[in-house]
């Protein structure tokens, strides 16, 4: 055995090999290199199990990127601490201007036993697949916009404007079968561009099908329902801020999800000076992007639709008293702030902010055990 008892590592991650560096306990304890390893189970394990055989303990950490959360499950599996770092919290010093992998491992390794590191959260395997079909949904949703605003462009560069109102609705689809090109390299474009978009529309289709029924078999699938109760959250959008956030028991207060989802202001305070400045905008953006659009509801008086009275059906009255409240607050609220002559994406911005705390109580409420 050591003479430290614990240990921290940091792993450099790469797609082919890992930096690996530790910091021994202590605060005069050794700071060094290690080596690289093969970015393979296998490899990962043994060096591990290796570190693990000269002390008791080893806290282990990583920046979050593009390699995933596999190091972490395999960490965690071996009975050891892992954690996967925020990058943009990371400590910097703002001389230096080397940075290699190696200088990038026993940097972390330092400032992980320092315990100034600050963590993502982790989701498991599931969730993770969910939210990765969440996103794939969006990416559709997102070539879908562009498809078809390319075709908008190209029409309106060749003088073909459509004036019956909005776009894509059936009578514009009739429309777009009507336009007809001088030159054939015209209309193929235009036959190209048509035929794209319906098949982006297909995947779409397909993607919200596979949602609604993998969704109910899902752990969060609860969870999803009583979302829903409130108003403007949609089956999309409650299905994006469960894969989003995951459990919201993490939050310990509202205020801390709505810093996670960028809804607090700036601020730069000296003395008696306060300097606060427009939405941080940090975090997720993609939960955020789904309570704006949702917030874009509470314009209208509050009312129990049709459609949103069949999604309170079977929900505990808890979840239904808390959206019924937050739906009057939030109206109310919205109408006031715009009377005050306050612009409609700071009230939408203001409602959200607010919308996220209601979610974060009816998750607390029906969270999974």
């Not at 209601?358 to 998750?363: M, R, T």
């Amino acid at each position: 055995m050591g003479e430290y008892s614990e240990a921290f590592v940091a792993f450099d991650v790469a797609k082919k090999k890992h930096a690996v560096a530790i910091a021994e306990g202590g605060r005069t304890g050794e700071v060094r290199f290690v080596g690289e390893v093969e970015n393979s189970p296998a490899a990962i394990e043994r060096t591990i199990k290796k570190l693990g055989k000269k002390y008791d303990r080893l806290h282990v950490c990583f920046e979050a990127g593009p390699t995933g959360y596999g190091l972490c499950r395999q960490v965690r599996d071996l009975g050891h601490d892992c954690m996967v770092v925020a990058p943009a919290l990371i400590p910097k010093r703002s001389g230096e201007r080397i940075k290699t992998n190696r200088r990038d491992a026993v940097t972390l390794a330092r400032l992980h036993r320092a315990g100034e590191l600050t963590g993502v959260w982790v989701p498991d395997v599931v969730h993770e697949a969910v939210r990765d079909l969440v996103r794939a949904r969006e990416t559709a949703g997102d070539d879908l916009r562009r498809k078809r605003q390319q075709l908008l462009s190209f029409l309106l560069r060749h003088g073909r404007i459509y004036e019956g109102g909005g776009h894509w609705t059936l009578a514009h689809r009739r429309w777009l079968a009507r336009p007809s090109f001088e030159h054939m390299a015209q209309q193929i474009v235009f036959q190209e561009k048509i035929d794209a978009i319906e098949d982006a529309a297909q995947r779409l289709r397909r993607l919200d099908e596979q949602l609604r029924t993998i969704v109910p078999t899902w752990s969060m699938a609860r969870v999803v329902e009583a979302y829903q109760a409130m108003r403007g959250a949609s089956f999309l959008v409650a299905v994006i801020f469960a894969a989003e956030i995951g459990d919201v028991r993490r939050f310990d207060t509202p205020p801390q999800l709505m810093a996670f989802l960028g809804l607090v202001p700036g601020e730069r305070s000296t003395g008696d000076t306060v300097r606060r400045s427009s939405l941080t905008l940090a975090g997720n953006r993609r939960a955020r992007r789904a309570l704006v659009e949702a917030a874009w509801t509470y314009r209208y008086p509050a009312r129990v639709s049709e459609a949103l009275r069949l999604r309170l059906e079977g929900l505990p009255k808890a979840v239904r008293d808390i959206a019924w409240k937050a739906q009057i607050r939030l109206c109310t609220r919205y109408r006031r702030l715009y009377a005050a002559g306050k612009k409609p994406p700071v009230v939408v911005a203001a409602i959200a902010r607010e919308m996220a705390a209601f979610l974060w109580a009816i998750g607390r409420e029906v969270a999974p055990s």
